[in-house]
């Protein structure tokens, strides 16, 4: 088998995982009196909890995925140029998402024409009507139609948006750029990197590494002389997000390179040994920044790797040698129809306050809070399936 070609079941199970995290630390905001290492550490602290690693697990899990995506289409024939539309095509769905959804947290309900839940909840149908895998069956002229009705009510509710900021009103504007935006941005930058170096393992490597250095060199003040142009243009992240995408796709070409010659013990060595230096390497550096995911530290982003790559090794082992992927079909549609989870809630949570439901205060506490958040994970994972059986799922 070629390699990049061959599909692996662990990071189908891997991104499943992660997304059901993503969902459970995202809801944990409705609870109270919950364990703070469950919990984001404030900007200040030098410290992170569950909810920090979420992130920089789907970052890596995003670099896993690109070398077997474009080694796929390079296997079919794609050109180079095909392939770097399609990826300019996807970060900007990616970048669109996630500019929509950084400007509905300034939502000026008293100043704009709808109730934010309802422009929320519009907004995510829009998302679904330009973005949806259409099935083959559906003619041109129908698709066109609906991605075009898409568009429109997204035009609209573009017009219609009113956002505040200290009292004043404001219209759409880039803040931060969102999960989403973030992750158009990582995955323009690694997956362009990856395609011009045709998965040449030297060339990814000193991408990670520069990256990584930037990272470090932004943290330690030594890139004061570009800030006058860190307005115009910049890496996501001071280089944290593109080396956490950077550091899945060196082990993906990593273990398909292993894989393909039937060395799955030094592979496992390999990857458990990076794993740990890694870790050890973010713990060393922490005196730098210290460690924090919303100041993207080069502590932060050496640990999230580390356990990233013992994850996923793990997954690996258990997955696709042992053959134990039943074991997380309940949780499959996180990982196939992986958007249309993350969007469900956007749905949900202002569907929920229209209808003007809520749960009792001892469903919003403790150790019951953490299950009711457990439950609502699993529940909003089991409707991405129901909605992927019939043919509703995003693609970008």
């Known amino acids: ?38 919990e984001h550490t404030k ?7 569950l909810a920090d690693t ?10 896993l995925s690109i070398p077997f995506a474009i080694g796929n289409r390079w296997a079919k024939g794609v050109s180079q140029n095909n392939i770097l539309w399609h990826i300019l095509v996807r970060s900007f769905a990616l970048l669109v998402m996630g500019f929509f959804h950084v400007n509905m947290e300034s939502y000026d309900h008293v100043a704009a024409l709808l109730p934010r839940t309802v422009w929320e909840i519009l907004l995510t149908i829009s998302f679904f009507l330009i973005w949806l895998d259409y099935p083959s069956t559906f003619s041109k002229q129908k698709k066109g139609l609906l991605q075009g009705a898409g568009i429109a009510l997204l035009i609209f509710l573009a017009i219609v948006f009113k956002g505040g900021e200290h009292g004043n009103t404001v219209w759409l504007k880039p803040y931060w750029w969102g999960i989403l935006g973030l992750i158009g941005w990582s995955y323009l930058l690694s997956a362009i990197v990856f395609l011009f170096a045709k998965g040449k393992l030297p060339l990814l490597i000193g991408a990670f590494v520069f990256f990584t250095l930037f990272n470090i060199a932004q943290k330690a003040g030594w890139l004061h002389m570009l800030h006058p142009v ?10 944290s997000l593109p080396a956490l995408t950077m550091a899945g796709i060196i082990i993906a070409v990593l273990y398909s390179s292993l894989a393909e010659k039937g060395k799955y013990a030094a592979c496992f060595g390999l990857l458990l040994l990076l794993g740990v230096a890694m ?6 550096i922490r005196p730098l920044a210290g460690i924090s995911k919303i100041r993207a530290t080069p502590s932060w982003v050496m640990i999230c790797t580390g356990i990233s790559i013992l994850v996923f090794t793990a997954l690996i082992w ?20 992986t958007l249309t989870a993350y969007l ?10 229209i209808l003007g439901l809520s749960l009792p205060a001892f469903l919003l506490t403790g150790g019951v809070g953490l299950i009711k958040s457990a439950l609502f994970a699993l529940l909003v994972i089991i409707l991405a399936g129901l909605l992927e059986k019939w043919r509703i799922r995003l693609k970008v």
Do not use: C
Not at 279 to 284: D, Q, R, T, V
């Open 279 to 284: 870790l050890a390497g973010g713990f060393a």
């Open 54 to 63: 979420v992130f920089p697990a789907f970052l890596f899990i995003v670099g």
């Open 318 to 337: 258990l997955v696709d040698l042992k053959k134990k992927q039943q074991w997380f079909a309940i949780i499959k549609p996180a990982g196939t129809s």
């Open 344 to 353: 469900l809630p956007y749905i949900i949570y202002p569907g929920v306050h």
């Open 1 to 38: 088998m070629r390699p990049f070609t061959q599909r692996l079941a662990s990071i189908d199970v891997f991104r499943a995982l992660t997304m059901l995290l993503m969902i459970f630390v995202n809801d944990l905001g409705t609870l109270t009196n919950i364990p703070r290492w469950l």
């Open 43 to 49: 900007a200040a602290e030098d410290g992170m909890g």
């Open 230 to 239: 860190r307005p115009y243009i910049w890496i996501t992240g001071d280089g």
